[in-house]
């Protein structure tokens, strides 16, 4: 697409894991390395214990320290795996999760590509799965995380930092010459804090704790789905007490 199709046209920017998708690519492709033998040998057994610690909720940090043993797992891996390795898992991880959507923001995605949106998927997830995504969902470009690979295999360098939405979200508003005016943002978790601040409807979507807060100081519309029920939380006067509605 050229800038000049885009220049005039508003911009949503969606966070995937989470937010779109009912569950973290970056874990299932991890997990799916790992069902084909292509982690360290003792890699699924450190990860299953991490899960189901955060499975039990055994402290309040459980889920994080779950994410960081992935992080490490995952970047040892892919030091010598073969490129085609991967893009066999990712293949298999796509097709599995691909429809596993939440209703809202399928529906917001519908909704805004029907009134012109330009619509822009950012995730630190890996740029192949989301790519695959962002195609299937008729998203208009997209920031993933880039491994860097060399003559057919990964090297296990990190090009794009884990996280860090705000910089790739400009970089795609300047390449199509568009601006933050009049612009919706929607993400669950406080890496995307940042991506948030930057546009003119931030929305947090079944956020964690360090984006509710953040929601919750500064008076940003959230939204939590559950089961076949979608509520909007909205502020009551400014004494940061929310009433739950209905939405369906």
């Known amino acids: 697409m050229s800038t000049g199709d885009t220049a005039k046209r508003k911009f949503a920017v969606f966070d995937i894991d989470g937010t779109l998708i009912r569950w973290q690519l970056y874990h299932a492709v991890v997990s799916e390395l790992a ?11 450190v990860i299953h214990n991490a899960r189901m610690t955060w499975k039990k909720r055994s402290h309040s940090e459980s889920f994080r320290e779950y994410e960081e043993v992935l992080v490490h797992t995952y970047l040892d891996a892919l030091k010598g795996l073969k490129t ?6 990712v293949g298999s991880v796509f097709e599995e999760h691909k429809d596993q959507v939440y209703t809202y923001t399928r529906d917001l995605v ?3 590509k029907a009134k012109n949106y330009v619509l ?7 740029n192949e799965i989301v790519a695959k995504l962002a ?3 008729s998203f208009d470009d997209y920031k ?3 491994f860097e690979q060399k003559d057919g295999y990964f090297t296990g360098r990190v090009n794009t930092p884990f996280g860090r939405k705000l910089e790739p979200l400009k970089e795609l508003v300047t390449k199509h010459g568009l601006t933050f005016e009049g612009s919706i943002g929607v993400g669950d978790s406080g890496s995307d804090i940042s991506m948030l601040e930057a546009v003119s409807k931030p ?5 964690n704790r360090d984006l509710f807060e953040t929601a919750k100081l500064r008076g940003w519309e959230v939204i939590i789905e559950r089961k076949n029920v979608v509520y909007k939380l909205t502020q009551e006067g400014n004494n940061g007490q929310y009433l739950l509605a209905s939405t369906n």
């Open 35 to 45: 069902k084909r033998g292509h982690l360290a040998d003792n890699a699924e057994q």
């Open 84 to 89: 085609n390795d991967y893009l066999t898992a």
């Open 110 to 112: 519908t909704s805004l």
């Open 120 to 126: 822009f998927a950012i995730s630190g997830s890996q």
């Open 135 to 137: 195609t299937y969902y």
């Open 144 to 146: 993933g995380a880039d």
């Open 203 to 207: 929305i947090a979507f079944n956020p």
